[in-house]
Every structure is written in structure tokens, then in C-alpha cells.
Nanobody
């Protein structure tokens, strides 16, 4: 069974930065595509960034150039580094993992992910 635990959220001013972490427990961390999603109040869940088993990354256009996704296989941890934060980045951020190893495609589609963490809140305001 896969379990995901996010941390690192917080409140920052516009232009600030944060690093979100997703601790993975279970089998097959390096072989699973994983992603970060977010949901702002009153809005639909949005795919933010994803990484596949070949370490290829995909980003939503709204965060490209500001968010960086990485995977530390030795620590079984997925990171999302956020810089130049904007008020519209305010949301609950969720880590997700695919159900099968070596799955590919549909990286920013939440329907493609089986396992989810509880989320970590990011608030950007002055």
C-alpha cells in the first residue's frame, strides 16, 4: 500500500518561496509517475507538475518557470520548489502517485492517479 504525506506549506508574501515535500512509503517510488495538484477555494482541482519514471517533468503553464519538481530516490521524497509566488497560487497542494509502475501519459490529469496525500496549505498574501 502506498502512503503519501505532504509538508512544507505555509503563509508567504507575494514573491516569496516555499519547498513542499511529499514523503512516499510503500513499493516502487522510482518507478511511479507522481504529481502535484492544487485546489483553491471555489475552484476545480488543477494539475501543477508531474514527473514520470524517466524523470521527465511536465508543468502547468501557470507555474512554468516558477515551480520546479524533483525526486530524491534515496529519501523516497518528492519535492516541489515554489518561487515568485503569487496570490493566485494560494491553494491546498496535494501529492499524488500512479497506481501502477511504469505508467505514462496524462500526467496532469488527476483521474490518472490512485494514491493521494492529505494536502498542505499554501497561502500567498501581503
Amino acid at each position: 500500500q502506498v502512503q503519501l504525506v505532504e509538508s512544507g506549506g505555509g503563509s508567504v508574501q507575494p514573491g516569496g518561496s516555499l519547498r513542499l515535500s511529499c514523503a512516499f512509503s510503500g513499493y516502487g517510488f522510482s518507478g511511479r509517475s507522481m504529481g502535484w495538484f492544487r485546489r483553491a477555494p471555489g475552484k476545480e482541482r488543477e494539475g501543477v507538475a508531474a514527473i514520470d519514471s524517466s524523470e521527465g517533468t511536465n508543468y502547468a503553464s501557470s507555474v512554468k518557470g516558477r515551480f520546479t519538481l524533483s525526486r530524491d530516490i534515496a529519501r523516497n521524497t518528492l519535492f516541489l520548489h515554489l518561487i515568485s509566488l503569487k496570490p493566485e497560487d494560494t491553494a491546498m497542494y496535494y501529492c499524488a502517485a500512479r497506481g501502477q509502475l511504469w505508467e505514462s501519459g496524462a500526467y496532469l490529469n488527476s483521474d490518472a492517479y490512485m494514491y493521494w496525500g492529505q494536502g498542505t496549505q499554501v497561502t500567498v498574501s501581503s
